[in-house]
């Protein structure tokens, strides 16, 4: 790998940048920060609250503690559950498309479109495809003799909102492993052919590597995403039932605008926040020490 | 390479797969809703599409469409101009802290919007721009910004570096340089990346509905206003559903042969 050439002049041409993320970034977090340290009496009457919050959420025999790490718990399966299924799937399929052709341009549009359902509308469709009496997804299960029902038994909701997130976001996986597989040189194939390499040996020898920067993309945004999730199970769980899909984001919002419990809410987002910074950064440092180590 | 009949099987599947939830949507927009709650039809008897004249000759929806549209636009606008001079600076250069810069600008994306929602409001209220395409526009930077960089960091990485070098040799100042002959060579990576931060803006809704109130309500706040006036008008919801999907559908469309061609990923 070559060495990169030093050059802090290179600061200007991120300056416009930092701009516009700071812009949004910093005072937003600031309130979420200052809502943490601080109590509230009503009408506006703030003081200093030190870090009671925090050690209230991070207590699991509080009651807000006890929710946090249900929550947190509920959230990191669901993530891993999501990845486990649309990472495999995705790379599956993207080596099923064709390389060229008059196909692969409609392929690609079919593909992307749940993509580009704005997520309540994609929740609304699931609301009613799922439903056992009018919607056909519903219906089908059932009549295959599996009882399901999404809106009263807590399994059957959580294994929706994972069937709804690999339906809608699989097809990242899939056009980002798409897009590496199509930089793949012909020569690379062509020597494996000279080899008479197997299929399999082709894909470990030589798709899966030249994949793996697209697919730490893939992997790191989908994390994101679904540790994040929030839109689809409010329209079609509302969390429920019970608190069977009540994922972080759901229930911070239920303690902020629900019960207006500012602090505590304030306190387990920036928790919350940390997390998931924490749990990308590792992956995002196994992932380039591991391509750091190939390179050289 | 040698292919069999088994990835068409498996293709032909999933495709069918992915587009049953869809179909679902469109089956439901064209039918009326007593039909749709009282009974499962796997196609509609008697297809209507009242519902879609009555969107598109109503001019809230239609203004809210145009709004849509606008920030999305505006935001694709600005993402992929200030994340091109950044994503060249990140790739080709090492500055004080580059590594560090270049996480915290990740970090922007982990940020769930429903924690941040109300603090941003504040922000955009103060600074007057609450209720204004820009709101919205602006706001959407906060993840579109970082993702772009991301993305055009790749494409760039895939740009050898000679041609920097040969360039500056022919006496070409570094913004020549970079509009005359770089932007060309990394079409296929701006086309993918304008892709992606016209999808994330356009499928976001909840910073856009809090930063809106009428002036610039967005097409997705529109929607979940019809909910509540007549209960579920779940015909009105589902020819909506469908409308929305019409943009982001041209937009693939088009940069589908940038996809193709691929990234040309240079580091992470």
Same mark, same amino acid.
């Given at each position: 790998m070559i060495e990169k050439p030093i050059n802090n002049r290179a600061w200007l041409l991120v300056l416009p940048v930092l701009a516009f993320v700071l812009f949004s970034a910093l005072l937003p977090m600031m309130t979420v920060v200052n809502y943490s340290l601080q109590d509230s009496m009503g009408a506006n009457n703030f003081f200093w609250n030190g870090d009671a919050w925090f050690r209230d959420v991070l207590n699991p025999s509080t009651d807000i503690g006890a929710r946090f790490f249900d929550a947190l718990i509920r959230n990191l399966s669901f993530s891993f559950a999501a990845l486990l299924i649309e990472v495999p799937l995705g790379i599956a399929i993207a080596l099923c498309l064709p390389r060229s052709g008059w196909a692969v341009g409609p392929c690609l549009v079919l593909i992307a479109l749940p993509m580009l359902i704005p997520w309540n509308v994609v929740g609304t469709i699931w609301q009613i495809f799922a439903r056992a009496d009018i919607g056909l997804f519903g219906a089908a299960i059932n009549g295959l003799g599996i009882p399901y029902n999404d809106t009263q038994d807590p399994v059957a909701a959580w294994i929706t909102i994972v069937i709804i997130d690999v339906w809608h976001w699989t097809p990242l996986v899939i056009l980002l492993s798409y897009a590496g597989l199509r930089a793949i040189p012909d020569a690379f194939y062509q020597a494996a052919r000279i080899d008479a390499a197997s299929r399999w040996a082709v894909f470990v020898n030589i798709e899966l590597p030249k994949l793996q920067k697209v697919l730490v993309i893939a992997v790191l945004l989908r994390f994101m995403q679904t540790f994040m999730i929030y839109t689809e199970p409010f329209v079609v769980t509302g969390g429920g039932p019970g608190s069977a899909t009540t994922f972080l984001s759901i229930d911070l919002v239920k303690i902020a605008l629900g019960q207006v419990d500012l602090g505590n809410a304030a306190a387990m987002s920036l928790i919350y926040n940390l997390i998931t910074i924490t749990l990308c950064w590792i992956f995002y440092t196994i992932m380039t020490q591991l391509d750091r180590r190939r390179d050289a | 390479?040698?292919?069999?009949?088994?990835?068409?099987? +498996?293709?032909?599947?999933?495709? $069918?797969?992915?587009?049953?939830?869809?179909?679902?949507?469109?089956?439901?927009?064209?039918?009326?809703? =007593?039909?749709?709650?009282?009974?499962?039809?796997?196609?509609?008897?008697?297809?209507? @599409? =009242?519902?879609?004249? %009555?969107?598109?000759?109503?001019?809230?929806?239609?203004?809210?469409?145009?709004?849509?549209?606008?920030?999305?636009?505006?935001? &694709?606008?600005?993402?992929?101009?200030?994340?091109?001079?950044?994503?060249? $600076?990140?790739?080709?250069?090492?500055?004080?802290?580059?590594?560090?810069? #270049?996480?915290?600008?990740?970090?922007?994306?982990?940020?769930?919007?429903?924690?941040?929602?109300?603090? #941003?409001?504040?922000?955009?209220?103060?600074?007057?721009?609450?209720?204004?395409?820009?709101?919205?526009?602006?706001?959407?930077?906060?993840?579109?910004?970082?993702?772009?960089?991301?993305?055009? =960091?790749?494409?760039?990485?895939?740009?050898?570096? =000679?041609?920097?070098? $040969?360039?500056?040799?022919?006496?070409?100042? %570094?913004?020549?340089?970079?509009?005359?002959? #770089?932007?060309?060579?990394?079409?296929?990576?701006?086309?993918? &990346?304008?892709?992606?931060?016209?999808? %994330?803006?356009?499928?976001?809704?909840?910073?856009?509905?809090?930063?809106?109130?009428?002036?610039? @309500?967005?097409?997705?706040? +529109?929607? &979940?206003?019809?909910?509540?006036?007549?209960?579920?008008?779940?015909?009105? @919801?589902?020819?909506?559903?469908?409308?929305?999907?019409?943009?982001?559908?041209?937009?693939?469309? %088009?940069?589908?042969?940038?996809?193709?061609?691929?990234f040309a990923l240079g580091r992470v």
């Open positions: - | 390479m040698r292919r069999g009949v088994m990835p068409k099987i +498996v293709l032909a599947a999933y495709l $069918a797969m992915l587009m049953l939830p869809i179909y679902w949507l469109i089956n439901l927009s064209l039918r009326p809703n =007593e039909d749709i709650v009282s009974r499962m039809a796997l196609w509609p008897h008697h297809p209507t @599409l =009242e519902k879609y004249f %009555f969107i598109l000759n109503d001019p809230t929806w239609v203004h809210a469409f145009g709004v849509s549209l606008t920030y999305v636009l505006i935001n &694709t606008v600005i993402s992929v101009t200030v994340a091109l001079p950044a994503a060249y $600076a990140f790739n080709r250069f090492s500055f004080i802290g580059d590594k560090h810069l #270049f996480f915290w600008l990740l970090t922007n994306l982990m940020a769930p919007a429903s924690v941040y929602a109300m603090p #941003f409001f504040n922000l955009y209220y103060a600074v007057g721009l609450f209720d204004t395409v820009w709101a919205v526009a602006l706001a959407h930077c906060l993840f579109n910004v970082p993702l772009a960089v991301w993305i055009l =960091e790749g494409f760039i990485g895939g740009v050898p570096r =000679e041609i920097d070098e $040969a360039a500056a040799i022919d006496g070409y100042s %570094f913004p020549r340089f970079f509009i005359r002959i #770089f932007l060309p060579l990394i079409a296929n990576g701006i086309g993918v &990346t304008a892709f992606f931060c016209f999808m %994330f803006s356009w499928v976001e809704q909840l910073l856009a509905t809090t930063l809106t109130a009428t002036n610039a @309500l967005p097409f997705a706040a +529109v929607m &979940t206003r019809s909910y509540s006036v007549s209960g579920m008008d779940w015909t009105l @919801l589902a020819a909506a559903g469908v409308l929305t999907m019409v943009p982001g559908a041209v937009v693939i469309w %088009f940069v589908r042969n940038h996809i193709a061609k691929g």
